[in-house]
C-alpha cells in the first residue's frame, strides 16, 4: 500500500503515466528500467522476489536509490545489509553516495523532489525547472501568509508578544532551533520566540498565539515541558506538534507516555 501511495504521488506530480508497483506479483519486480528505487521497510530483503530482484539490478549496473519508509521504524542502514552479501559493495557505494530518500506522506512533493535529484533522467534540466519554480511559489506563499498572520495579531483584542513559540524537551533543543531559524528566514514577519533552557532568552508561553511543541523520544516525560503545555491551555493557546520522526517512528506510543489525561486528550 506504501509503495503504490508513493507511485500514485509520483504519477500527479509527473504528469506522465508509468506501470503501477505489484507487489504480489512477479511481473512487478523488473529491473529493466535504469533507475530501481527499494523500499526499505523491516525485514525487506526477507522478501526472495525482492532479493532476487534486487541482485539482477546489481548486476545489470543499475542507479540503485534506497527510499526510506521512515513512519515504519527500521534503521535505514541495518535493513539494506541484510541484502545478499555479494551486493553488499553496491549497497555500500549507495549509502557513502547518499543515494538514499527519507521519504513521508505528509511531505510527498518535498520527498519527490529529493528522490528525483537521485535518479538518472533524460531530461534532468526541466525537472529542475520546474523544482525551482515550486521552492519560489512556497517561499512567496509563506511570505503572504505569515504578513497577514502578523497583522492579524496587532489587530487582536487579546494583545500577545508572540504569534508562535517553538518548544520542546532538552533532547529536541536541536530541532527546535533549526525550526526557529527556518521561521525567522521564511517568515520574517512573525514575531517567533523558542525556549531552549535558557531562563533569560526562554519565551513565556503565556503570552503567544501558538505553541509548537517539538516531540521526540520521551519529550512528553519532561516535566517542564508538560508545565508549558499547560499554560499554553490555560491561556487558550493554540497547540501543534511537530514530530520528530528520527527520534519516535511511532506518534502514538510517545503521545501515550503522557500520564496527564487532560493533555493527552488535547494532543490528540
Not at 108 to 132: G, V
Not at 188 to 211: E, I, M, S, W
Request: aromatic share 4%; charged share 30%; glycine share 4%.
Amino acid at each position: 500500500n506504501y509503495t503504490c501511495a508513493i507511485w500514485r504521488s509520483l504519477r500527479a506530480w509527473l504528469g506522465v503515466s508509468f506501470r503501477e508497483p505489484a507487489p504480489g506479483e512477479r511481473a512487478g519486480f523488473e529491473t529493466k528500467p535504469p533507475n530501481i528505487v527499494v523500499v526499505v521497510t523491516p525485514n525487506v530483503f526477507k522478501h526472495p522476489q525482492v532479493k532476487e530482484a534486487f541482485e539482477l539490478a546489481v548486476t545489470q549496473k543499475r542507479n540503485i536509490v534506497f527510499l526510506h519508509h521512515i513512519r515504519s521504524g527500521c534503521d535505514l542502514e541495518e535493513e539494506v545489509l541484510k541484502a545478499p552479501e555479494e551486493t553488499h559493495k553496491v549497497v555500500e557505494k549507495t549509502l557513502k553516495e547518499e543515494r538514499v530518500v527519507i521519504y513521508t506522506e505528509d511531505l510527498a512533493e518535498q520527498c519527490n523532489d529529493i528522490l528525483m535529484s537521485k535518479l538518472n533522467l533524460k531530461d534532468q534540466a526541466t525537472l529542475q525547472q520546474a523544482h525551482e519554480k515550486r521552492v519560489h511559489d512556497r517561499k512567496i506563499s509563506i511570505m503572504k501568509n505569515s504578513a497577514k498572520i502578523a497583522k492579524a495579531r496587532t489587530m487582536a483584542g487579546v494583545k500577545r508578544k508572540y504569534d508562535v513559540c517553538i518548544t520542546s524537551s532538552p533532547e529536541g533543543m536541536g530541532v527546535t532551533s533549526a525550526l526557529f531559524e527556518a521561521f525567522t528566514k521564511l517568515a520574517p514577519a512573525l514575531c517567533v520566540g523558542r525556549n531552549v533552557g535558557d531562563k533569560v532568552q526562554n519565551a513565556d508561553v503565556r503570552h503567544t498565539f501558538n505553541l509548537i511543541v517539538v516531540l521526540t523520544k520521551d519529550a512528553l516525560t519532561c516535566a517542564s515541558l508538560l508545565e508549558e503545555i499547560k499554560i499554553a491551555l490555560e491561556s487558550e493557546g493554540n497547540i501543534l506538534v511537530v514530530h520528530d520522526l528520527r527520534s519516535c517512528p511511532d506518534i502514538d506510543e510517545e503521545l501515550n507516555k503522557c500520564d496527564d489525561k487532560v493533555l493527552h486528550a488535547s494532543l490528540k
